[in-house]
Nanobody, 121 residues
Framework: VQLQASGGGLVQAGGSLRLSCAAS????????MGWYRQAPGKQRELVAR???????NYADSVKGRFTISRDNAKNTVYLQMNSLKPEDTAVYYC????????????????WGQGTLVTVSS
């Protein structure tokens, strides 16, 4: 199983970016999917998460500015980021809890490779 993230880049404060992350490989089903970020010198933190049924939750710092969504048919999660601030600058990682069948059904957490978002002031 692989998670391939894309969509990062350089944007001015107040601008927008859309991140995408597609899961591929031997997948039976995907439970929750989410985005985390890690700024230089800081710990990785949860940005947004969405359940298999489409219920989202957000970090307080991004509520009202970021929107997480998913396309179950494409095994893809998106993060629409609006009104970006310099403090949003970080490497963004996608995460998915994926159920696989290998003699039995087991769920694992997988991570994408990270995509850099830089917001200039």
């Amino acid at each position: 199983v692989q998670l391939q993230a894309s969509g990062g880049g350089l944007v001015q404060a107040g601008g927008s970016l859309r991140l995408s992350c597609a899961a591929s490989g031997s997948i039976f089903s995907i439970n929750h999917m989410g985005w985390y970020r890690q700024a230089p010198g800081k710990q990785r933190e949860l940005v947004a998460r969405i359940t298999s049924g489409g219920s989202p939750n957000y970090a307080d710092s991004v509520k009202g500015r970021f929107t997480i969504s998913r396309d179950n048919a494409k095994n893809t999660v998106y993060l629409q980021m609006n009104s970006l601030k310099p403090e949003d600058t970080a490497v963004y990682y996608c995460n998915a809890n994926i159920r696989r069948y290998s003699g039995d059904y087991v769920s694992y957490d997988y991570w994408g490779q990270g995509t850099l978002v830089t917001v200039s002031s």
